[in-house]
C-alpha cells in the first residue's frame, strides 16, 4: 500500500509526485491503487473517445494505457510523452484489444 493517498497525490507537485512515483516497487504492487484511481479520471476527463483504460508496470513505472476508438487512435499512436497528473499515457487500438 502507498504511503499517499489520493487525495495527496491529487494535491502534490509534479516533482513530488515523480519522487513518489520513483520509489514505488510496482513488481510488489506499491502504487497500484494511486495508478488505478488516476486512470479512472483520465478515462473520465480526455477529450478522446476512449473505450477503456489500464495502468501497464513497464520497467517499474505505472503508465496508464488508453484504448482509443480507431480514427483517434490514428492522431494519437505516435504521441510520446502524453501525462497525467504524475504518469505517462500510452494510447493503444480498441480494435486490438483481445477479449
Known sequence: MSPINI?????????????IHKSW???HGEGREIATKVASLFGKECIYNISE???LDQDGEWLID????????DNLK?????????????????ENRSA
Do not use: C, P, Q
Request: glycine share 2%; charged share 40%.
Open 53 to 55: 483504460v489500464d495502468i
Open 7 to 19: 487525495e495527496e497525490w491529487m494535491h502534490s507537485s509534479d516533482e513530488e509526485r515523480a519522487r
Open 78 to 94: 505516435d504521441r510520446k510523452n502524453v501525462e497525467f497528473l504524475g504518469f505517462r499515457v500510452k494510447f493503444s487500438s480498441a
Open 66 to 73: 488508453a484504448y482509443v476508438v480507431a480514427e483517434d487512435y
Open 25 to 27: 516497487d510496482t513488481r
